[in-house]
């Protein structure tokens, strides 16, 4: 691990970045969010959460206790009082009177469409779980998910809630093998999933994988539900195999949830970690609840009445577990899912979603904001995006640039743009702007929220002076913090509680500015060390896509012999940009040169390599590791959890003849 703190000065590029955005008057006259937010956090911290947790959640039971603290790490959170996710969720909302109100407008890859009311989904998730008893799943007992973005995969994830199984969703894109380790890990007793889903145009299948998974032994599963989705043939083990259109349908849609203590389960969700085994992230009931539903009212201005709120996050990543379906289905929010590809049957196919449905919040990842920047302007100028209000970025550094035509043309000038900082682990945003309070600074994901502790320390784990780079840290616990790993107590302590004393690490590298406001600089591991000077993959990458030539940018630090690491970046060039007309050398020394402006002459990357496509994961995190290889003149690792797989392939082709400009 390097230290991101040593070497300021190679960090002044992203903090160089002077425009702001002050939230406007119109705005600031109806947000939920207002700044005595702070105070009140501040003046209580613990007290806050269990007044959020009194006016956000109902209980079945009320709780006594806040926060115990005395096992730490280990936390619990309003621990003697219970409640039920899926009632929290939906039945509360029927019983307030607003059952005809839309929670989800579905749209599928393919066209067709489906409008669930409150009232719809009551009666959809009482099936479910009465379905899932007469499966002979009780509390407590784990069910896998294996699902394409579709509503049963909504009505399956609340239907464990509402009997107290803990769900374990595998994201789609995963392999057999991937889910195999899961269901073993979590030694799940169902497995629910569809014969497929749409995605590019073409049915995808997933039935065929969950049956190879269970081939390779997997003793704790009794039953498969199985969703029909797109009607391909699927093999069927009688006895195992269930229709979910048989067994939901037939069961009584009358189901009373089951109250559990604060504490109880709620999910696992695997993440990767540094090393190969993927690590069962747990979260459970009361907490968990609480932070994602005052995350997404305040963060998002949610409105419940008027809105139309849209995450574009698949449910087999933590953003689609907390801001598909807990955070905005607690809050009572009517809700988008779209099923498939941004550009499936073309390029405007998420646009015209928003301009379909009148989409007024729209919560998606930076990848695929550079992606429709590298798709050009007209695509969504061509569509009534009037509707939008609220725009937000997760899930990796949002770079200036892509930032400001977030807001220009998605946004039409108008919209506050949300940076929100979070984690599987942290299981709700702890680090973002308030719409209506900050004032936003492209780029940078700001202030923790009320009631978050966060800070940015050195090596020591002492505090850094404002205008210092270094690792970011929690420094208090907070409700939706993970509660362990699944089946491995030490790991977590090791993960996350041992690199400082009593303080959560996050892993990522961060800088305060001169105003104290929090710019994330990516993993630790992807700062890059370079003759003794520390810089950041995502300040290379942020330079890189400020010339008018760059879509999108990827930096490895790859090993040099001379220099400790080297910068070698990869670039996709717009498709309009005069650098296409120009060769691979000439383009290299153009961007050299640029970065050298940019930041100075030490972060010139080495090498410079033009391809076509980056390697991604589903959930669009670039995989650095593949290209550090790549970079390295190593045989490609592990590329199994890549969207496209024939991405490597591109990139190699491209590479024959790769040329090198070092100087
Ligand atoms: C990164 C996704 C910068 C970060 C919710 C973190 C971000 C990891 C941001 C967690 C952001 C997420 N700015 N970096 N706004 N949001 N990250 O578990 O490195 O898939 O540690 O959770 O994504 O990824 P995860």
Not at 131 to 149: E, F, K, N, S, W
Not at 334 to 357: C, N, S
Request: proline fraction near 7%; hydrophobic fraction near 40%.
């Amino acid at each position: 691990m390097t230290d991101p703190a040593a070497e300021p000065s190679a960090l002044e590029n992203l903090l160089s970045e002077d425009r702001r955005f002050p939230p406007a008057p119109e705005f600031v006259a109806q947000a939920n969010a207002h700044r005595d937010l702070y105070a009140w956090a501040a003046a209580d911290r613990v007290g806050f959460w269990a007044d959020q947790a009194r006016e956000l959640i109902t209980w079945q039971t009320p709780f006594t206790q806040t926060l115990d603290w005395s096992n730490a790490p280990f936390a619990t959170w309003f621990a003697d009082g219970t409640l039920n996710a899926c009632d929290n969720a939906v039945d509360r909302h029927v019983r307030a009177g607003h059952g005809d109100r839309v929670a989800l407008y579905f749209e599928g890859e393919p066209g067709d469409t489906r409008t669930i009311t409150y009232a719809d989904l009551q009666r959809e998730v009482s099936r479910a779980a009465n379905a899932l008893q007469a499966l002979g799943v009780t509390t407590g007992d784990r069910v896998a998910l294996y699902m394409p973005l579709i509503p049963e995969a909504v009505v399956a994830m609340l239907a464990c809630a509402r009997i107290g199984a803990p769900h374990s969703v595998v994201f789609g894109g995963f392999s057999a093998e991937a889910l195999h380790s899961r269901i073993l890990d979590a030694e799940a007793k169902l497995v629910v999933t569809a014969d497929g889903g749409y995605r590019r145009g073409n049915p995808t299948s997933l039935k065929p994988a969950v049956d190879e998974a269970l081939a390779k032994g997997a003793p704790t599963v009794e039953h498969v539900l199985v969703v029909r989705r797109t009607g391909q043939p699927v093999d069927w083990t009688e006895g195992r195999d269930v229709w979910w259109h048989e067994a939901v349908a037939a069961a009584s849609d009358e189901h009373t949830p089951v109250p559990v203590p604060a504490e109880h389960p709620l999910f696992i969700l695997y993440t990767s970690g540094t090393t190969g085994k993927p690590k069962g992230v747990l979260h459970t009931t009361g907490g968990y609840l609480t932070q994602c539903a005052y995350t997404h009212l305040n963060v998002f201005d949610l409105k419940p009445d008027t809105d139309v709120y849209w995450c574009t996050a698949d449910i087999g990543w933590v953003t689609g577990h907390s801001y598909v379906v807990y955070g905005p289905l607690v809050n009572g929010a009517t809700q988008v899912i779209y099923e498939g590809t941004p550009d499936t049957p073309d390029r405007g196919r998420w646009w015209d979603v928003v301009a379909k449905y009148r989409v007024s919040i729209l919560y998606t990842a930076p990848t695929a904001i550079r992606t429709c920047m590298k798709w050009g302007d007209d695509i969504p100028a061509a569509r009534d995006l009037s509707s939008l209000r609220v725009l937000g970025s997760v899930g990796e550094p949002i770079n200036p640039e892509a930032w400001t035509w977030y807001r220009r043309v998605i946004g039409g000038d108008r919209t506050p743009v949300v940076d929100t900082w979070w984690q599987t682990e942290t299981g709700a945003i702890m680090i973002s702007p308030l719409p209506g309070v900050t004032e936003a600074k492209p780029g940078s994901a700001q202030v923790p929220l009320p009631g978050v502790a966060a800070e940015v320390v050195d090596d020591d784990g002492t505090p850094v002076p404002n205008g210092s780079g270094g690792y970011l840290v929690i420094t208090e616990p907070w409700p939706a913090m993970l509660r362990g790993i699944w089946g491995d107590p030490d790991r977590y302590v090791d993960t996350y509680w041992s690199r400082f004393k009593h303080l959560y690490f996050a892993g990522d590298g961060a800088k305060k500015d001169e105003d104290g406001d929090i710019w994330l600089l990516g993993r630790v591991d992807d700062v890059m060390n370079v003759s003794g000077h520390r810089l950041s993959t995502t300040e290379i990458e942020s330079a890189l896509v400020s010339h008018p030539w760059v879509a999108e940018a990827a930096v490895v630090g790859a090993s040099d012999e001379t220099t400790g690491q080297a910068v070698v970046a990869f670039v996709i060039l717009r498709g309009d940009s005069e650098g296409l007309t120009r060769t691979p050398a000439e383009v290299e020394a153009e961007l050299r040169a640029h970065v050298a402006t940019q930041i100075g002459p030490i972060a010139k990357p080495r090498q410079i390599l033009v391809v076509p496509e980056l390697p991604k994961t589903r959930s669009g995190k670039i995989m650095r590791r593949l290209l550090r290889d790549v970079a390295e003149h190593r045989a490609v690792g592990d590329a199994t959890t890549l969207a496209d797989q024939s991405v490597m392939d591109l990139i190699a082709a491209g590479l024959s003849s790769p040329a090198s400009a070092a100087d």
